[in-house]
T-cell receptor
Framework: DQQVKQNSPSLSVQEGRISILNCDYT??????FLWYKKYPAEGPTFLIS?????DKNEDGRFTVFLNKSAKHLSLHIVPSQPGDSAVYFC???????????FGTGTRLKVLA | KAGVTQTPRYLIKTRGQQVTLSCSPI?????VSWYQQTPGQGLQFLFE???????NKGNFPGRFSGRQFSNSRSEMNVSTLELGDSALYLC????????????FGPGTRLTVL
């Protein structure tokens, strides 16, 4: 049972436009969410996180939105750049479990 | 500061064999977590070690085991390999137990024939 779902395996966006990556979760106990970016042949790198007490967190071109009632979070990248082309994973954890549940990833391709 | 290192980077084994993978965390990091990445399954949590003790465990069979040494280096062992164990195995280190920021190594790609 996949508790964290990324239903779009891939996404193509034109350079300069907005990229929106989505993530849904089923466990209402999750209280901390992260996004990771992964290039081929490298491990995932931490991108941005959000706690369940917030509904938005921004870091430069990256913004994560959390909708707790819909159990949905999204990552917005504005403007998208070719170097953003990678696989993006969302992850979630619940208090006390100390482990992260990852989604299956979305491959973003930013076209020049 | 050196990042997380994993050895070997690539490994080919046959069914029934066993394998040991190694992970050296970032200096000063005491927590090491292991993940399995397969197409369609994303990253699945295997276990986390902190101060030489397994603190958390995912839903993997007992064939998957690990340990952590006093210098925080960690090893993961898979016994009686199955074809389905072919995957990228990633380890991640963090300063504290379940640190909010995990730093991943490049992974070990295991192929079971």
């Amino acid at each position: 049972d996949q508790q964290v779902k990324q239903n779009s395996p891939s996404l193509s966006v034109q350079e300069g436009r907005i990229s929106i990556l989505n993530c849904d979760y089923t466990n209402s106990m999750f209280d901390y969410f992260l996004w990771y970016k992964k290039y081929p042949a490298e491990g995932p790198t931490f991108l941005i996180s959000i706690s369940s007490i917030k509904d938005k967190n921004e870091d430069g071109r990256f913004t994560v939105f959390l909708n707790k009632s819909a159990k949905h979070l999204s990552l917005h990248i504005v403007p998208s750049q070719p170097g953003d082309s990678a696989v993006y994973f969302c992850a979630a954890s619940s208090p006390g479990t100390y482990k992260y549940i990852f989604g299956t990833g979305t491959r973003l391709k930013v076209l020049a | 500061k050196a990042g997380v290192t994993q050895t070997p980077r690539y490994l080919i084994k046959t069914r029934g064999q066993q394998v040991t993978l190694s992970c050296s965390p970032i200096s000063g990091h005491r927590s090491v977590s292991w993940y399995q990445q397969t197409p369609g399954q994303g990253l699945q949590f295997l276990f986390e070690y902190f101060s030489e003790t397994q603190r958390n465990k995912g839903n993997f069979p007992g064939r998957f085991s690990g340990r952590q040494f006093s210098n925080s280096r960690s090893e993961m062992n898979v016994s009686t390999l199955e074809l389905g164990d072919s995957a990228l195995y990633l380890c991640a280190s963090s300063l504290a137990l379940a640190g909010n920021e995990q730093f991943f190594g490049p992974g070990t790609r295991l192929t079971v024939l």
